[in-house]
């Protein structure tokens, strides 16, 4: 994985935790608007995920989908790609082209009912 996008990630979590302790400052000043908030206030996990997700609990596609999982997966399929093409090229056959893989024409069968003469 990106070893950049890992650092965002944990740059993001960070910048979350501080802006919920900033929210749980605002809320002991002002209790009022508690109502108001619809992100986590507290710097424990419950709260850092309830900022993120908005919901207690973050779901395996929320995890498929960032940035570092993506990247991996597209890194790994052009790898693959890459590597089947240098082990075709270094064993001499050529890669498939459109041309071999269209259906062949069947030639017709004779017709049963042959015309006399």
């Known amino acids: 994985m990106p070893a950049r996008l890992v650092e965002a ?7 979350v935790i501080g802006m919920n302790r900033l ?52 890194d790994a399929l052009i790898s693959g790609v890459l590597v089947a093409i240098v082990g075709q090229s270094a064993a001499g056959t050529a890669p498939p082209t459109t041309a071999s893989c269209r259906p062949r024409a069947r030639p017709r069968p004779a017709s049963r009912c042959a015309r006399p003469g």
């Open 23 to 74: 929210r749980h400052a605002y809320v002991e000043l002002a209790p009022e608007i508690e109502q108001y908030l619809v992100t986590g206030r507290y710097d424990d996990e419950a709260g850092v995920l309830q900022t993120y997700g908005f919901r207690p609990r973050i779901g395996v596609t929320h995890l498929f989908a960032g940035s570092p999982i993506i990247i991996g997966m597209v």
């Open 9 to 15: 990630d944990v740059e993001d979590a960070w910048l």
